[in-house]
């Protein structure tokens, strides 16, 4: 698998918030959870927040922004996103093991 899988993102330029159909198998109550984190994340900073994986399963927490976006803080969305791993370390760490446990290993079944 070369690219990477969006668990969820959210766009504060249009107002939305994107759940992967993919990974809806997640409880309801994550699925929740998550997107109050991308809503939260894009109201307080702007830009647009997504979660990822990579192809081992290592969850990335990123935030981008339109060409002189000048109302982004990308400052903030560091510390912000720095606070969600620590804050909400056992549920990112979940989600890993999760994808890990049915995607990782299913893709490389297939090989």
Do not use: W
């Not at 982004?72 to 890993?96: F, P, V, W």
């Amino acid at each position: 698998m070369d690219e990477q899988q969006i668990l969820c993102a959210c766009s504060a330029y249009e107002e939305k918030y994107y759940f992967n159909p993919r990974f809806s198998s997640l409880p309801t109550q994550i699925q929740q959870e998550l997107q109050i984190m991308a809503v939260t994340m894009t109201a307080d900073v702007g830009g647009v927040f997504t979660m990822e994986f990579d192809e081992d399963g290592t969850l990335y927490l990123s935030t981008t922004a339109k060409e002189n976006d000048f109302s982004y803080d990308e400052i903030g969305s560091h510390l912000k996103i720095k606070q969600y791993r620590t804050r909400y370390a056992e549920l990112l760490e979940n989600l890993e093991t999760y994808y890990q446990m049915f995607f990782v290993e299913s893709l490389q079944g297939e090989e």
